[in-house]
């Protein structure tokens, strides 16, 4: 009997909860210290502290890095670096190529290096470095320093081996250590530093033992990530993003809400908004519908919008740390959507309809009470009206008019409502 009324209290339950989807996708993601007037950059090589083999492996991968047309999008199956096609590697940001940087050749480098008798790979001062810059034209030039280090494990049994207690086995463990530092031409000052370490084990048993690379091109690989971010300090790219929807208590759009984001996971944004819109319609002071709307922005580039709504939902809902994140997120977007603006490669934009119509008035009221209380909000201006929604007190409104004792107001979207002036503050 028990079993059967548990199995009652999910259907009920599950016919309430709006279908959940996480969606998985590449983002425009802001560099973690914008540096937005730099245009030409000199990367001098970055040497390995205790290998000198290894001495310009960062610097050629971190130059890769910034002419990569397609910087951060990677297949997220087998970690390759590049733009890829089908799920892996999608984005939906259109019009944006993250060759920002023009980066000067290492032969220009060398060449003038030689000529002030410097050594591109010796020690040399800020001072130094910025003399450089400046016979190049450059705004800064980048410097810096790696070292690895590594440790052998050997035992019968190793951690997260599967082995029997009589194998000979070995854990190598190399750890890369770095440090970069942005020089600024004009001033011989460092603008900008990063320091950064990146570990990884390799592990094997008895005859495979001999497939366990050496330190060195352990080593080698590992500074891959080393570059990844240093660029990602300082230069836009793209960040992989797996985006939760969240569970909306709204019944009437549970078969919509399905195909929506059905259409959502296979890319067509376009017939996906529309039905995401109508749920913020809806029930516009639920900040779940607010998240989800601002996602959809968020994916396409649209940070402007994105921000507005983020904000929405974390005015509701002040406690939840995922929406104060998405709005620290949008806010380095807007800044960086005006940088692309201003070099000339604006993000390419939906043409997403919100359909928010311009009110005739811009006076203001205020609702009584606080967050914890709600005031009803009328469809029509009597008593006894179809409640359209209940909004929280402290919330601020446009009046459209004045009806007799009720205020018509905008409501989030396009709906409007009537309150009555006992539960308003003007």
Known sequence: MRSKINLL??????????????????????????????????????KCDNNYRLNNVVTNYLIADLLNQYRGIYDEGNKYFGLVKGDNGRTFVKGVKTDFYQVIERDQLEKVMKEQRLSLSGAID???????????????????????TSNDERGTSLLGLASSTNSNCLKRTVTVKGTMKMVSVETAQIIGTKTTEYSNSIQKCDDQKSGIPRAEDMAESYMKVIARRF???????????????????LKEFRKKSKEAF?????????????????????????????????????????????????????????????????????ESGLALNAYLEDIGRPVQSYSFTSGNADLALADKLEIKGNSGDRVEVLEFPE?????????????????????????????????????????VKL
């Open 9 to 46: 209290l999910l259907l009920l339950l599950s016919s309430q909860i709006l279908f959940s989807q996480n969606v998985e996708c590449f983002i425009l993601d802001a560099p973690e210290k914008p540096f937005y007037n730099v245009k030409k950059i000199g990367v001098f090589d970055i």
């Open 126 to 148: 800020e001072n130094s470095a910025a003399e450089v810059g400046r016979v190049l034209g450059l705004d800064v030039i980048i410097m810096g320093s790696v070292s690895y």
């Open 231 to 249: 660029a990602n300090y300082f230069a836009p790219g793209y960040r992989y993003m797996n985006y939760e929807f969240e569970k909306i208590h």
């Open 262 to 330: 059905g259409l959502i996971e296979n890319g067509d944004l376009d017939r996906a908004f529309p039905t995401v819109y109508a749920m913020f319609e809806a029930d516009s002071y639920n900040p779940k519908a607010a998240y989800n709307l601002a996602i959809i922005y968020e994916m396409v580039g649209a940070y402007e919008d994105a921000l507005h709504y983020y904000k929405i939902a974390y005015e509701l809902d002040y406690t939840n740390d995922k929406y104060s994140d998405a709005v620290k997120r949008a």
């Open 383 to 423: 008593k006894g009206a179809k409640v359209l929604a209940k909004v929280p007190g402290g919330l601020e409104f446009k009046i459209i008019e004045k009806n007799g004792s009720f205020y018509k107001i905008q409501l989030r979207g396009t709906k409007t409502g009537f309150v009555h002036k006992s539960d």
